[in-house]
């Protein structure tokens, strides 16, 4: 893990140097790119005017597409091989992307971006992790559906204030040892579902869609004015049928209540310090603290000093935390290896379907059909398959562009969201909730899967997953939720 840590840091430097003094790419000059150039660019974070030139082709998604596939079959059908070469396939595929990015299109643009968003997205899960493992929370409890709850919903609100990937890391273990007795894989699989995904939706902190949303220029105090309904609906339709599948559950056989203390003991909380460290710097954005020292690519400012600030507070959580804690968490850093790896390729071959997804729905035939329907059911459908971070932002650019505003422009965001509250609020619900439905939905489920399983959890594949949990349990209540709003 320590290269790890070196080769992220490598790259925060490399891409900190002016673009002038780095090695150029094919197709660059040595100039700056042009205002037109730029203007031709759009993806998570830039504007939806591309020319078809610069647009990739439609094969280019084949890559994208063979990696979903290897990551829901790898597992089940050639597991021995899976495991042993999936960071080479994920980061074949996303080489393979990345050429005809570089080599046949001539665009430099995006590939920096996604690596920039990847260096941000691993930066953040990658401490989180490090740190909540130096925390030990043992819940001296009998384990039984409210006390199952109570621990899940505290989850809901803390992913508020210390983000989805902060709660889920923090819990994930205490949840599995609470349970040790009668654990299933439906305790984990809700443990996604609330924690992991729904309970985000409050804050911008919460949830990486909102917090990039917040960058762009919607009100901080927007989700909670605005999306209460929905997460409390949400929560309290989960919360129902957790009840109902963990009354069912009459496997194993826990203690007697008189063996229990009733009490909840921590230890290493100076790891606390650290998870806030790491939660403090990702307001340190070049968008929001003018000083912040960043780089000017396609017209966006960019800084690598969150994440330099973040790397280091997860090196440092690690080598100061507690030895008992970490012992007693049976920490390792396999399952974060697991997300960084798989990531990689999953953020590089979607490029070419976040383009192309983009391109169609902020173009003129798009802009027709944007309704808040739509907009939740396609951002939510692809927030599934895809990182919902970046879908996010392209619907959120295509109903800006739909309304003759533009992310990017003081104000147009905002004003985006005083007028048009139910586009918004379907593209953020859509894509918090809908991040839950897979493994690769969102970063912390792939991490709370892993840990599980590390546990000793026999976890259900990628489709069984979808089976026998996503489409019975969360649909419906996606389906309730886009009924009442």
């Given amino acids: 893990m320590k290269y790890l840590f070196l080769l992220l840091v490598s790259a925060c430097l490399f891409l900190g140097q002016p673009l002038s003094a780095q090695t150029h790419l094919p197709g660059d000059s040595l100039s700056p790119p042009s205002?037109?150039?730029?203007?031709?660019?759009?993806?998570?974070?830039?504007?939806?005017?591309?020319?078809?030139?610069h647009l990739p082709a439609l094969w280019s998604v084949a890559p994208f597409i063979l990696l979903l596939l290897m990551i829901a079959t790898g597992p089940i059908w050639f597991s021995d091989f899976w495991h042993h070469y999936y960071p080479w396939?994920?980061?074949?595929?996303?080489?393979?992307?990345?050429?005809?990015?570089?080599?046949?299109?001539?665009?430099?643009?995006?590939?920096?971006?996604?690596?920039?968003?990847?260096?941000?997205?691993?930066?953040?899960?990658?401490?989180?992790?490090?740190?909540?493992?130096?925390?030990?929370?043992?819940?001296?409890a009998r384990s039984t559906p409210w006390v199952n709850l109570l621990l899940l919903l505290t989850g809901a609100v803390l992913a508020n204030v210390i983000g989805t990937t902060g709660a889920s890391m923090l819990l994930i273990r205490p949840f599995i040892r609470l349970n040790r007795y009668r654990l299933q894989p439906y305790h984990i699989v809700f443990f996604i579902f609330i924690v992991s995904n729904a309970g985000g939706l409050l804050?911008?902190?919460?949830?990486?869609?909102?917090?990039?949303?917040?960058?762009?220029?919607?009100?901080?105090?927007?989700?909670?004015?605005?999306?209460?309904?929905?997460?409390?609906?949400?929560?309290?339709?989960?919360?129902?049928?957790?009840?109902?599948?963990?009354r069912r559950n009459t496997e194993g056989a826990d203690l007697p209540d008189?063996?229990?203390?009733?009490?909840?003991?921590?230890?290493?909380?100076?790891?606390?310090?650290?998870?806030?460290?790491?939660?403090?710097?990702?307001?340190?954005?070049?968008?929001?603290?003018?000083?912040?020292?960043?780089?000017?690519?396609?017209?966006?400012?960019?800084?690598?000093?969150?994440?330099?600030?973040?790397?280091?507070?997860?090196?440092?959580?690690?080598?100061?935390?507690?030895?008992?804690?970490?012992?007693?968490?049976?920490?390792?850093?396999?399952?974060?290896?697991e997300v960084v790896f798989l990531f990689v390729g999953i953020f590089f071959t979607m490029m070419p379907a976040l383009q192309l997804i983009g391109e169609a729905a902020s173009g003129?035939?798009?802009?027709?059909?944007?309704?808040?329907?739509?907009?939740?059911?396609?951002?939510?459908?692809?927030?599934?398959?895809?990182?919902?971070?970046?879908?996010?932002?392209?619907?959120?650019?295509?109903?800006?562009?739909?309304?003759?505003?533009?992310?990017?422009?003081?104000?147009?965001?905002?004003?985006?969201a005083g007028q048009e509250v139910a586009s918004l609020a379907a593209i953020s619900v859509a894509s918090v909730f809908f991040g839950a439905m897979t493994y690769i939905g969102n970063g912390p489920n792939f991490m709370v899967k892993a840990i599980a399983e590390e546990s000793g959890v026999e976890m259900p594949s990628f489709f069984a997953y979808v089976r026998k949990y996503s489409l019975p349990y969360l649909l419906p209540v996606l389906i309730f939720i886009w009924l009442i709003s």
């Fill in 258 to 337: 008189s063996i229990y203390g009733q009490r909840i003991i921590v230890r290493g909380t100076r790891s606390f310090l650290w998870l806030a460290v790491i939660i403090g710097a990702v307001f340190l954005d070049p968008k929001l603290v003018p000083w912040v020292p960043a780089l000017n690519i396609g017209g966006e400012r960019i800084s690598f000093l969150r994440e330099l600030i973040q790397l280091g507070a997860g090196a440092a959580a690690y080598f100061l935390a507690n030895k008992t804690a970490l012992k007693s968490n049976q920490f390792s850093f396999a399952p974060v290896q």
């Fill in 203 to 246: 804050t911008p902190i919460g949830d990486p869609p909102l917090f990039l949303g917040f960058l762009k220029g919607v009100p901080f105090g927007w989700t909670l004015a605005h999306l209460w309904d929905e997460w409390a609906v949400a929560l309290l339709m989960l919360s129902a049928i957790f009840i109902w599948r963990d």
């Fill in 364 to 416: 003129p035939e798009g802009r027709a059909w944007l309704t808040p329907d739509v907009l939740y059911w396609l951002t939510g459908s692809l927030s599934a398959v895809l990182d919902n971070a970046p879908t996010y932002v392209n619907f959120l650019s295509a109903s800006c562009a739909a309304a003759g505003l533009e992310v990017g422009v003081m104000g147009d965001v905002a004003r985006f």
């Fill in 35 to 53: 205002t037109e150039a730029a203007a031709l660019i759009h993806s998570a974070g830039s504007d939806h005017h591309a020319h078809d030139a």
């Fill in 89 to 140: 396939i994920a980061g074949g595929l996303g080489a393979v992307t990345l050429i005809y990015y570089l080599g046949g299109l001539g665009d430099w643009h995006h590939p920096l971006h996604t690596l920039s968003e990847y260096i941000s997205f691993v930066a953040l899960l990658a401490p989180l992790y490090i740190a909540s493992g130096g925390v030990l929370i043992q819940v001296d």
